[in-house]
């Protein structure tokens, strides 16, 4: 019988590790409001989308062509951004900048080259899914030590787990997925001191931060096992556009030039990017107006008796639910769709625009004071 529809995973000579793995899944609907995957609420504005369209239109004739794979110009301005991003950050040169298809991309030739078989990942739990996912999609073993109740990570918390698993590389995800939580620079500092691999900091939300000065850019200097991980499908609202980048000693994008892909960035992906970039502060326009919405939200559902951990994001977890999964099931009744990320009791929501946040607090107002 060779109909495709008989056949399952089971029946494949897929690798053994991955037997029994889930892929991420965050559900994507069609629905009025959509607060569930982290993404910046605001479209791209008009006249960041006339950049872009021109500077895509002048690549065309050039696309019979294999784009620059050393992404040049793109290296230069997001040297340039991430050097002005916040107080104390240093100088960064373009030979530290690496860019791909989305950080998590950006993630995956990390794990590539400094992970792999026999070797280990260390991530505090719980954090962004991916992590996990990545490593072990390269044969890495993956150990999630667990954060203070909290989600806070301390120093004596990290070094003991780093003792106990000599890890390879370590995640620390700041300001954290799910829960919101800063890491300070001290505890990063100590984990880099106390590890002899690869620490990355990923740094996804940062400009979302209460306290943007708390970025490990200002420790890269002098620390070549430090790698910081930023995107613009957050802050900067270009999700769809799929860039991610970091910056580190310039040793360890010689590194990621071992495992990527040739030409991996495409001409009108490093076009859009470099146009966007152009126009920095008009994509990053609406990071305070989504801080506001965020703190709008935790007043809200702290009104409502709900348990609110407070967010350097733009994203909020709440918990003190009985059944999150109902609560979740509900919302999208109501044309809302959060995220329910496994932590028990709680969900996750996203900072909407104005109206969003409104639908959003109406209807879990409604859900839970029914
Ligand atoms: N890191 C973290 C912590 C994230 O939450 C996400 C997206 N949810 C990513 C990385 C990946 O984002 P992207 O690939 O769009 O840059």
């Known amino acids: 019988n060779r109909s495709p529809a008989t056949v399952s995973l089971d029946d494949l000579p897929l690798r053994d590790d991955l037997r029994g793995k889930t892929p991420y899944g965050a559900p994507q609907l069609d629905v009025p409001v959509q607060l569930n995957v982290n993404e910046n609420a605001h479209p791209v504005p008009r006249e960041v989308t006339e950049a872009i369209a021109a500077r895509l239109e002048a690549e065309l004739p050039g696309l019979n062509r294999y784009p620059d794979r050393e992404f040049t110009e793109l290296r230069q301005k997001l040297a340039a951004y991430l050097s ?22 950006v993630l995956a030739h990390l794990l590539q080259a400094f992970g792999g078989p026999g070797r280990i990942a260390l991530g505090f739990g719980p954090s962004y899914s991916m992590h996990p996912l990545i490593a072990s999609g390269t044969g890495a073993r993956f150990v999630e030590s667990p954060r203070e109740p909290g989600y806070a990570i301390t120093a004596d918390l990290a070094a003991a787990a780093i003792d106990r698993h000599d890890p390879d590389v370590v995640f620390l995800c700041t300001p954290n997925n799910p829960t919101g939580t800063l890491t300070g620079l001290d ?64 040793a360890v994008c010689d590194a990621l030039r071992l495992v990527r892909l040739p030409y991996h960035l495409s001409a009108l992906t490093q076009a859009a990017a470099c146009a966007a970039l152009d126009h920095a502060p008009a994509l990053l326009a609406k990071v305070e107006e989504l801080k506001a919405q965020r703190e709008r939200m935790a007043t809200a559902l702290r009104e409502l008796g709900l348990t609110v951990h407070s967010s350097d994001s733009n994203f909020l977890l709440f918990g003190g639910l009985d059944d999150p999964q109902a609560v979740w099931q509900q919302l999208l009744d109501r044309g809302v769709l959060i995220r329910n990320t496994g932590i028990d009791g709680h969900l996750r929501v996203n900072a909407g625009t104005e109206p969003e946040t409104t639908a959003f607090l109406n209807a879990i107002t409604e859900v839970m004071t029914r």
């Open 84 to 105: 002005s991003a916040a107080p104390g950050v240093p100088e960064l040169r373009p030979e530290q900048i690496w860019a791909a298809n989305g950080s998590n991309e």
């Open 187 to 250: 505890v990063i500092e100590e984990v880099y001191d106390r590890a002899r691999g690869i620490v990355i900091v990923d740094e996804a939300y940062a400009e979302f931060s209460r306290d943007p000065s708390q970025t490990a850019l200002r420790l890269l200097p002098g620390r070549p096992r430090l790698v910081v991980s930023r995107t613009m499908s957050k802050a900067f609202a270009f999700a769809g556009a799929r860039l991610g980048y970091l910056a580190a000693d310039p």
